[in-house]
């Protein structure tokens, strides 16, 4: 598309355009302030809910990474294992240096022990990446929530500016105050919502 003077409107873009058309009494006028700043509110709450939505999915790819270090640390272990046991069943047999496949199974029992360390450090890793995760995709849903609830206040504030119903003009300030409450309990990493449909359970 060439977008040569081609322009989507939304409510807020309406409602300035009313109060320019319509005269610029006081009712108009707050209408129209009152619609940009919950188009500003709404613009940054969805910009925090995009970032949330990156956060949680580079943290899915970290816990990815970590798990396939884990497996292949683990794959190493089990290598190291049948080593050992080869070098085990060696030292029985006779003819042999016994004492240097005891010596070869020895070195392996402590090759085994670091690299369980080290596949269980890639394995916790990975479980707290994806706490991360997790917890970042629900804070997005928590913007998410917000960024609609000021969406429709700007819609009810359309409404309101067409119809001049002042209980509609209520409805918004109170859609816009959930909005807003909504942006808080996300800012500040908290879920009262959530908290009560888990049945009260608080988070430990």
């Keep these: 598309m060439s977008g040569h003077g081609f322009h989507v409107h939304g409510p807020h873009d309406h409602a300035v355009e009313h109060a320019a058309q319509h005269g610029s009494d006081g009712f108009s006028n707050n209408i129209a302030v009152m619609t940009a700043v919950l188009a500003t509110v709404g613009a940054l709450f969805g910009y925090l809910g995009g970032a949330t939505q990156n956060d949680a999915a580079l943290f899915k790819n970290d816990a990815a990474i970590a798990k396939t270090t884990a497996a ?9 294992s049948s080593r050992q046991n080869l070098a085990e069943l060696a030292a029985t047999l006779p003819g ?5 496949y005891k ?6 029992e402590a090759q085994k022990a670091d690299i369980k360390k080290e596949a269980e ?27 609609t609830a000021e969406q429709i206040a700007i819609s009810l504030a359309a409404i309101t500016l067409l119809t001049r ?20 309990f996300a800012w500040l990493h908290v879920d009262p919502i959530g908290a009560l449909l888990a049945g009260g359970a608080a988070p430990h």
């Excluded at 292949?72 to 190291?80: D, E, L, S, T």
């Excluded at 479980?127 to 917890?135: D, F, G, Q, V, W």
């Design 103 to 108: 010596a070869d199974a020895a070195r392996y």
């Design 96 to 100: 042999v240096d016994g004492a240097k």
């Design 165 to 184: 119903r002042r209980w509609l003009l209520g409805a918004t300030y109170a859609v816009a105050g959930i909005g807003l409450l909504l942006g808080a």
């Design 121 to 147: 450090k890639y394995e916790a890793e990975a479980e707290r990446y994806n706490a991360k995760s997790e917890r970042a995709l629900h804070t997005h849903h928590q913007w998410a929530l917000a960024t």
């Design 72 to 80: 292949n640390a683990w794959n190493y272990y089990q290598a190291k």
